[in-house]
């Protein structure tokens, strides 16, 4: 039981992680430029998932180590469980989604384009 416990915790560090990473890791790639290869993909795929209110496949997961350790699971997404209680009032909608998605594209056209000015120079 502690073992799956210890493994949901890890998902969940894990998704935070993944989360910051497609917000910020845009400005990882003024110092480290090939960071940009492995940045993308991360931005496409954290952008469709919210755009589309499908659920990133890193919360079934924690749910199911959750369920094995013995401890209850959350409905929704990482983003509505842990996240939006921070942000915004319960309630997770759509256009709450789209939002943080379009946060997401601007933080990071704001790196990309600050990138470009740099190695344009």
């Known amino acids: 039981m502690l073992l799956y416990q210890i493994l949901a915790d890890a998902v969940l560090l894990l998704h ?14 003024l110092k480290w430029p090939k960071t940009l290869y492995a940045h993308v993909p991360t931005v496409l795929w954290g952008v469709y998932i919210e755009f589309s209110g499908k659920v990133c496949p890193l919360t ?40 943080l998605g379009t946060i997401v594209i601007a933080i990071n056209t704001i790196a990309y384009t600050w990138l470009i000015i740099k190695y344009r120079k």
């Not at 935070?16 to 790639?29: C, M, N, P, Q, R």
């Not at 199911?64 to 997770?92: C, M, N, S, T």
């Open 60 to 99: 079934p997961l924690e749910n199911w180590l959750r369920r094995k350790a013995g401890e209850g699971v959350y409905q929704g997404d990482f983003v509505q469980h842990y996240l939006l209680p921070l942000i915004y009032p319960p309630g997770l909608t759509q256009q709450h989604q789209l939002v």
């Open 16 to 29: 935070l992680a993944f989360i910051i990473y497609v917000v910020s890791g845009g400005f990882l790639a």
